[in-house]
């Protein structure tokens, strides 16, 4: 799922200004220019962010949303929030696009043109529920991953925002009520 901050400082002051705060010089030389990414799990503070992920209004010994304006929140050490999704978007969001999903496994190739090839084995998930989307990120199966980047930042900037949420697919099923695993009959 890629949806950008709905509150923290993210929004309210831009972006510019957020990765001023929290980004980091990149970690290659490339010169002027400021990056903010790394996987981002619940209740780890990141190294080279210096934010917690934290799932604000949900409690995961019960499983439940205990605050309706509970958000998934980027904390700094001072308490500051960062950036967060509110758990009302993420809902909405998380239901139009992932109610009934199919995840069908892929392979790139980067060398010289890219290719893809496609495996046989699919998923099929139907009845998702945002609490368990919720479990799995309280869990650390679920994890933010940005691939926020400025470049020419003393002359002009130009920003490239990537807000990503991720998990690893032997996941997958923890999101569903009903899975099916189908076979087909050769990989493309």
Same mark, same amino acid.
């Given at each position: &799922?890629?949806?950008?901050?709905?509150?923290? %400082?993210?929004?309210?002051?831009?972006?510019?200004?957020?990765?001023?705060?929290?980004?980091?010089?990149?970690?290659? +030389?490339?010169?002027?220019? @400021?990056?903010? !990414?790394?996987?981002?799990?619940? !209740?780890?503070?990141?190294?080279?962010?210096? %934010?917690? &992920?934290?799932? @604000?209004?949900?409690?995961?010994?019960? !499983?439940? @949303?205990?605050?309706?304006?509970?958000?998934?929140? $980027?904390?700094? @050490?001072?308490?500051?929030?960062?950036?967060?999704?509110?758990?009302?978007?993420? %809902?909405?969001?998380?239901?139009?696009?992932?109610?009934?999903?199919?995840?069908?496994?892929?392979?790139?190739?980067?060398? +010289?043109?890219?290719?893809?090839?496609?495996?046989?084995?699919?998923? $099929?998930?139907? !009845?998702?529920? *945002?609490? $368990? *989307?919720?479990?799995?990120?309280?869990?650390?199966?679920?994890?933010?991953?940005?691939?926020?980047? &400025?470049?020419?930042?003393?002359?002009?900037?130009?920003?490239?925002?990537?807000?990503?949420?991720? &998990?690893?697919?032997?996941?997958?099923?923890?999101?569903?009520?009903?899975?099916?695993?189908?076979?087909?009959?050769?990989?493309?």
């Amino acid at each position: &799922m890629t949806p950008e901050p709905t509150d923290g %400082l993210y929004k309210t002051k831009g972006t510019e200004e957020f990765l001023h705060q929290y980004g980091y010089a990149d970690k290659t +030389g490339r010169e002027d220019r @400021i990056n903010f !990414g790394g996987v981002h799990k619940s !209740g780890i503070r990141h190294n080279s962010t210096n %934010l917690e &992920m934290q799932l @604000i209004g949900y409690d995961a010994e019960s !499983g439940k @949303i205990r605050n309706s304006n509970g958000r998934i929140a $980027l904390i700094d @050490i001072n308490g500051n929030e960062a950036a967060a999704w509110s758990f009302s978007s993420m %809902l909405l969001h998380w239901n139009r696009k992932h109610n009934q999903a199919c995840y069908v496994p892929s392979l790139s190739d980067t060398s +010289g043109n890219r290719r893809y090839k496609y495996g046989n084995k699919i998923i $099929l998930g139907t !009845g998702t529920d *945002f609490q $368990l *989307f919720l479990k799995q990120m309280a869990l650390g199966n679920i994890y933010y991953d940005p691939g926020i980047k &400025m470049e020419n930042v003393s002359t002009k900037p130009k920003i490239k925002k990537r807000s990503q949420f991720r &998990m690893k697919s032997q996941f997958l099923g923890e999101l569903y009520k009903l899975n099916e695993i189908v076979v087909l009959d050769k990989a493309y």
